[in-house]
């Protein structure tokens, strides 16, 4: 079946610094990919809609500039946290849709200390 | 704007019990899915309805789906304690030139021995 790698599985980074998370498709190309967040006791909230070789389309309130995603090929999309701070401290799920249905990452759980 | 609404939020219950999880969403949509989250992990797929009146069964869960009542449910039927879990609908709607999901605020299910 459709397999999303996600990496890393959590990072603990210091407050000012920037970390990288990347979710690939392995067995399937994706146009477009979806970055979520979770905060403990919560839903999904969907962040931003990633796409191939163009622009990411943000959800309201989530400021494109502190979280950059970058879809440069039809297997890989990256979600920057840039200049992280504690309140960033969140579970981060990417997922994309093969042909049918929507398949996830395994999430990565962010630490900003 | 697309709304999800899952009740209850917690559920404790006895094990060899039954119980059912609603979902309700604010306007058509093509699809719905069901989502278990065991903590700390990331999603994995249980159902995905397609049409007015689907019903799909697994083990000691069956999720319906109404269309015109906009609402879906989830059954467990003689409850186990490994079904404890965080269960989650969503609903899968074109947004613009994209499809996204809006998930439900998610039920934190307790099967006690």
């Known amino acids: 079946g459709a397999v999303v790698s996600q990496h890393p599985s959590w990072v603990i980074c210091k407050s000012g610094t920037s970390v990288k998370i990347e979710c690939r498709s392995l067995d399937f190309q994706a146009t477009t990919m979806f970055w979520y967040r979770q905060f403990p006791k919560q839903s999904l909230m969907l962040m931003a809609t990633?796409?191939?070789?163009?622009?990411?389309?943000?959800e309201q309130g989530v400021e494109k500039d502190k979280f950059l995603i970058n879809h440069a090929s039809l297997t890989l999309s990256t979600l920057t946290v840039t200049s992280a701070h504690p309140e960033d401290s969140s579970f981060y799920i990417c997922?994309?849709?093969?042909?049918?249905?929507?398949?996830f990452g395994s999430g990565t759980r962010l630490t900003v200390v | 704007e697309l709304k999800v609404e899952q009740n209850p939020l917690f559920l404790s219950m006895q094990e060899g019990k039954n119980y059912t999880i609603y979902c309700n969403y604010s306007?058509?949509?093509?699809?719905l899915y069901w989502y278990r989250q065991d903590p700390g992990k990331s999603l994995e797929s249980l159902f995905v309805?397609?049409?007015?009146?689907a019903v799909k069964q697994e083990g000691r869960l069956m999720a319906s789906l109404d269309t015109k009542a906009r609402l879906s449910t989830l059954h467990i039927t003689a409850a186990v304690h490994d079904l404890s879990a965080t269960y989650f609908c969503?609903?899968?709607?074109?947004?613009?030139?994209?499809?996204?999901?809006?998930f439900g605020s998610g039920t934190q299910l307790t099967v006690l021995p």
């Open positions: 306007t058509t949509s093509d699809r």
């Open positions: 997922s994309a849709s093969p042909v049918y249905g929507y398949t």
């Open positions: 990633s796409n191939e070789g163009s622009k990411a389309t943000y």
């Open positions: 309805l397609l049409s007015n009146g």
């Open positions: 969503a609903v899968d709607k074109q947004s613009g030139s994209a499809r996204q999901l809006t």
